[in-house]
């Protein structure tokens, strides 16, 4: 499974685990968050490493700007876009939002 696999398997194991969930939007207040992040998935059988989620970011936001820009460098970074932690975090606390109390 490449990076965005495992990041899908474990979005939809915390919409099923509110603990897992809960574990995982705590890694925020960490001082070494990602590392903190794939520590808890890697504990939940969903192994992820903190390169792997850097490449993963980038990647994604390099492919973005070249189906949209032509591959051009004119376009300015757009806040979190190549941050795969950050953009799986903010996700969690949609759903974390939409959740009944």
């Known amino acids: 499974m490449d990076t ?3 990041l899908e398997k474990l979005k939809v194991m915390a919409i099923d685990d509110s603990e897992l969930r ?3 939007l705590n890694t925020r ?3 070494t ?3 903190d ?3 808890v998935s890697t504990e939940a059988g969903v192994p992820l ?3 792997d989620m850097i ?4 990647s994604s936001y390099a492919a973005m700007r070249r189906s949209t820009n032509g591959g051009g460098e004119n376009a300015p970074l757009l806040q979190w876009e190549d941050d795969a932690y950050e953009m799986f975090m903010m996700e969690l606390e949609m759903i ?3 959740e009944p109390n």
């Open 55 to 58: 490449e993963f970011g980038e």
């Open 37 to 39: 992040f794939c520590k």
């Open 22 to 24: 809960k574990r995982l």
């Open 49 to 51: 490493n903190k390169m």
């Open 33 to 35: 968050s990602l590392g």
């Open 96 to 98: 974390s939002k939409d």
């Open 29 to 31: 207040s960490s001082g």
């Open 4 to 6: 965005g696999e495992l």
